[in-house]
């Protein structure tokens, strides 16, 4: 008696066709400028790598770069998540309007932005100048640049929570309502707990976007070095100093720090699945 063996296969063929595709275009377009950047490092020895990467200037730039792209990431967590909210949960005239001009930072042009930001919250703005009455200069410093990166920021935050917020069922807080808990345990209870990884990747989208952003940054910054100076607009100064090599050592700082920190966040949102998945 002949038994037949039993093969699972895919519902859709062609695996191994779309996967070398992939493979391919990841390379061509992730991989190798990533490693090209990495190998042109490579031109300096070590201790000319180090004082590259390890000099004044750029360690402010760092502290600057990442610190406020921080900053601009947790303001928009918090930020995103009300718009979010309020765009989900609520029905109000000029709602769609909103909606849209949500997105606007996807659309306008980053040094469009930058040259609205510095007009508007310079010294004599329409809105800085009575913030420089006060003492308080926003245009020309670390608060302007974070002001920028929570700018272009903001739609990454609120289009990851949006969808989620809108499969909730709301028939669990119904339920939450009914056993007697108050809205503020309802959130934080039901509500929040489904949220966080959500919340997790539009931070490391807009912490990653905001790491790399120079097109707004560069007007409103001031571009001082040891003060207002990004690490991207120092690596255009290497690059306009044809400084290939030393550019090459910035970036591949960059890159390391950031793989870093992403993977760390990626950990963390994994860790939040697992954790709610687990409770459910």
């Given at each position: ?187 934080c209870r039901v509500i929040f707990p489904a949220l966080i990884p959500s919340l997790l ?80």
């Open positions: 008696m002949f038994t037949k063996k039993s093969s699972h296969k895919p519902v859709l063929p062609g695996f191994g066709l779309s996967m070398g595709f992939t493979t391919f275009y990841l390379s061509l377009l992730v991989f190798l400028p990533l490693s090209a950047l990495v190998l042109k490092s490579f031109e300096l020895d070590w201790a000319g790598f180090v004082k590259v990467v390890a000099s004044e200037r750029a360690i402010a730039s760092y502290q600057l770069t990442f610190g406020s792209s921080f900053v601009a990431a947790l303001i928009n967590l918090v930020f995103g998540l009300l718009v979010a909210w309020v765009l989900v949960r609520y029905t109000f005239p000029g709602k769609k309007i909103i909606d849209a001009l949500v997105d606007l930072p996807f659309a306008l042009p980053t040094a469009v932005a930058g040259i609205a930001l510095t007009a508007i919250y310079a010294p004599n703005g329409w809105i800085g100048q009575y913030f420089y009455q006060l003492g308080i200069k926003i245009a020309y410093t670390p608060i302007g640049v974070t002001l920028a990166l929570v700018f272009i920021g903001l739609p990454f935050v609120v289009r990851t929570v949006q969808p989620v917020l809108e499969d909730l069922e709301q028939e669990l807080e119904e339920a939450a309502a009914s056993l007697g808990a108050n809205r503020l345990q309802i959130f990747t539009g931070f490391a989208l807009a912490f990653a976007r905001a790491i790399g952003e120079y097109g707004s940054v560069v007007f409103i910054s001031g571009n001082m070095p040891f003060r207002t100076e990004i690490t991207p607009l120092l690596i255009m100064s290497r690059l306009e100093e044809f400084d290939y090599a030393g550019a090459a050592a910035l970036g591949t700082v960059m890159l390391m720090i950031s793989f870093l920190l992403l993977l760390l966040i990626n950990a963390l949102q994994h860790w939040s699945q697992q954790r709610h998945g687990g409770a459910q």
